[in-house]
């Protein structure tokens, strides 16, 4: 089963990104990341650190607009 990580997006404030300090995934398994707009549109980019040598991220550009 996947892990998930939910990524909190102008939540407390404009451009605020609320997500765990840390996140740990068992070798093999899936991580989810789920983000959560709750205001303006906002650029982020993910970077996967201390991944195996082996890893894919799955990168699509959305436009999260604002309510």
């Given at each position: 089963?996947?892990e ?10 404009i451009?605020a990104?609320d997500?765990p ?6 070798p ?13 549109s ?7 650190i201390n991944a195996?040598?082996?890893h894919?991220i ?9 309510y």
């Open positions: 089963m996947a998930i990580c939910e990524i909190h997006l102008n939540r407390r404030q451009n990104v997500a300090p840390k996140t740990i995934v068992e093999g398994t899936d991580l989810v990341v789920r983000f959560v707009n709750h205001g303006s906002i650029h982020l980019t993910l970077k996967a195996s040598p082996v894919r799955l990168s699509r550009k959305y436009l999260c607009s604002g």
